[in-house]
């Protein structure tokens, strides 16, 4: 999961919390004491809240191929280390998805 923020533009996969304190006063305007705190998610650069998921399809990843295969193979695959991931299992075997090398 990624996301975009509309205040820097910066993408990125984690958002950061930040903790407000809402602060109480007496009458005469000294401050008396942390009344509640709450934790809020913030773009991790600016640490704005005005941010987006970014919808799956338009991810850098691009799909190249789709095969389906036994359990031995898919282990094969999957130590080359060469982009295949398992997107489904099946009693008898997986379909796996090959996504292009992000750039
Ligand atoms: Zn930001």
Redesign the pocket.
Known sequence: MKFV??????T?MHPAKKTTNKLAFSTDGTLMTVESSFEEH???????N??DEIPEEVSEKKTVGICEVPVEEADRLLKLNEGWVITQDYAKGVRMRKYAEAV
């Not at 923020?5 to 910066?10: I, R, V």
């Not at 913030?42 to 704005?48: A, M, Q, S, T």
């Open positions: 923020c509309h205040l820097c533009g910066k990125f913030v773009c991790p650069n600016c640490k704005g005005d941010y």
